[in-house]
């Protein structure tokens, strides 16, 4: 959620994060909130390209440009979400009370043994769902994640000793274990808007403008042959001003077909995930947290941490397995 | 040049190229060459289709933590080897 800012701003190391972390649990959160507006603004300051994409994401929704209020506000609202983690993650008392609505539908699949897969997107906190389950055994997913991106993040802002911690794309022991997990009734969260450099995406018509989506999420969710629900936790404002999460599923589609029509599911499941993310874009604008212009396809995005061992463009480490090493090639375009 | 593969070798290289979608006759694939990467090119959703069939048609399990993964799924002649051996 985080990779905006802290994966292009390489210098933020996992000690002063740490060290950010214990600070803001003693101080606690009202404290917190405080000082994480200089802190936002210095990011709106220095975040140029992180502000001319979200004004094309303004754009794209209302037609108009955003003031820059507006943008300080959703940059602050951002900022919310990754002090939040900390919290949630350490289940703190000052940690926002999260609500959960359309879970009936997934609770139906698991009663009858039936795992399901819930892909996720840059909206609302996907950590904060993560994080939610810590305490709330009933949302508790394995999470399957591109790379070893946020892992660094996932370290310094939780506690050492997660015991969710997160899949590779690229793994293809992991994916097993993934399809094994379903198969025992586990849910599995993935992300299906995010597109790493040299990845076979596909152009969905979002927000009245084509975008690129990535296939291998959906590609994935159909091999592993479970139903697939849209899932985030939008950070909302109650009646009263106090602020909650509100984790939100919604159902997708069932399990993929196998054979011919398989194809045909998954482009059917893509336009079925715009669609709910779009809705969703509408219902908490300031939730959308891709800080890059969504809409070109040559922007640059948030990548892989730029570490000597893993330098800028170079394709993503990807596996959790090390008997297994290997990294995704370039998958040949099967829709 | 591409080597010889056996009677079983081809059923399955049938069977990959069936469930994978892949635009490739079953015998050009080279028997030991690596299925993954510079080889035919897979990736980790390709292994995980290749699993699911395998369990599906010989009714073999191919579990994550089987010790001899990393062999396994190196090449066409492995994966017909361990599936042989294991539907016996």
């Keep these: 959620m985080a990779r905006a800012w802290f994966e292009r701003r390489e210098q933020v190391s996992t000690g002063v994060l740490r060290r950010a972390r214990g600070l803001v649990l003693w101080m606690g ?49 951002f900022a919310q979400t990754i ?8 289940q703190h008392p000052d940690a926002p009370r999260c609500e959960i609505r359309g879970f009936e539908q997934v609770t139906e699949c698991l009663r009858r043994g039936q795992g399901c897969v819930l892909l996720g997107a840059h909206i609302g906190s996907f950590e904060a769902a993560r994080a939610a389950a810590l305490s709330r055994p009933e949302l508790r997913m394995q999470v399957i994640m591109h790379t070893e991106i946020s892992r660094n993040l996932d ?22 274990r993934i399809k094994e997990l379903l198969d025992k009734g586990g849910l599995v969260g993935m992300m299906g808007d995010r597109v790493l450099a040299a990845e076979t995406t596909r152009s969905v018509s979002f927000l009245g403008a084509h975008a690129e989506f990535p296939v291998r999420p959906f590609r994935l969710a159909a091999a592993l042959q479970a139903p697939v629900f849209f899932f985030a936790a939008l950070y909302k404002a109650a009646g009263d001003g106090s602020r909650y999460y509100e984790v939100v599923f919604e159902e997708l589609g069932p399990a993929a077909p196998s ?16 669609a709910a993310l779009q809705n969703y874009c509408r219902i908490a604008p300031d939730n959308w947290f891709n800080f890059y212009d969504f809409w070109d396809a040559s922007a640059s995005r948030p990548g892989p941490l730029s570490r000597p061992d893993n330098p800028p463009g170079a394709r993503p480490r990807a596996s959790l397995d090390p008997t297994f090493l290997t990294t995704d090639p370039p998958a040949h375009d099967k829709l | ?39 035919l ?48």
């Design chain 1, 259 to 274: 054979g011919r029509e398989r194809s045909f599911w998954v482009q059917d499941l893509g336009e079925r995930y715009t």
């Design chain 1, 29 to 77: 959160r009202r404290p917190a909130l405080i000082f994480l507006w200089p802190i936002t603004l210095y990011f709106y300051v220095v975040s140029r390209d992180a502000r001319r994409g979200l004004a094309r994401f303004y754009e794209r929704l209302s037609g108009t440009k955003p003031s820059s209020a507006r943008l300080v506000r959703h940059f602050y609202v």
């Design chain 1, 83 to 90: 002090l939040d983690r900390v919290y949630l993650l350490a």
């Design chain 1, 155 to 176: 370290a310094a802002l939780g506690p050492s000793d997660r015991p969710d911690a997160a899949v590779a794309l690229g793994s293809p022991l992991g994916l097993l």
């Design chain 2, 41 to 88: 090119g897979l990736d980790s959703i390709d292994m995980l289709e290749i699993a699911l069939a395998m369990s599906q048609h010989y009714g073999i399990q191919l579990r994550s933590d089987d010790p001899e993964n990393a062999t396994i799924f190196a090449s066409l002649r492995s994966l017909s080897t361990a599936v042989a051996a294991r539907r016996a």
């Design chain 2, 1 to 39: 040049m591409t080597k010889q593969q056996t009677a079983f070798e081809y059923e399955i290289a049938q069977l990959l190229v069936s469930s994978l979608n892949l635009a490739l006759d079953p015998s050009a694939i080279d028997p030991e060459a690596p299925l993954f990467r510079e080889g």
